[in-house]
């Protein structure tokens, strides 16, 4: 089992706020270290797993993009349990103003998802 998957972020408010609206993610309290100037929050889900995000100035901007994708890992996966969560989901997100990444449909592999993109246009996935 994964533990946790970690990622650096401009907006570590925005972003927390993201994953706990849309994937029911339940925050600990923000972790300062003033001597870094580091934060974090880890949020976890209900099955186990936790997503953490940290800030910090000195960390280099990534080269997120909806156009290219890079080396390193490319998205993260949120199951939510049925077709139609998954509709309603994606659509909530795309109205609520995050740039779509595809649509619902059944892809080539078997898997029934949709691809949105989050505030720092991280690759996010909505499955089954």
Known sequence: ????????????????????????????????DTGRQYQSYFISFKEGSELELMQMPAIDEGHNSIEKQ???ITHIAFSVGN???VDSLTKQIVDDGYI?????????????????????????????
């Open 100 to 128: 779509l990444g595809y649509w619902p449909k059944t892809t080539g592999d078997g898997f029934y998802e949709s691809s949105v993109f989050d505030p720092e246009l991280n690759r996010v996935e909505i499955t089954l």
């Open 70 to 72: 890079f080396l390193g």
């Open 83 to 85: 077709k139609d969560k």
């Open 1 to 32: 089992m994964i533990h946790h998957l970690a990622m650096w972020v401009s907006d570590i408010e925005k972003m927390k706020d993201f994953y706990v609206k849309y994937f029911d993610g339940t925050p600990n309290e923000l972790y300062k």
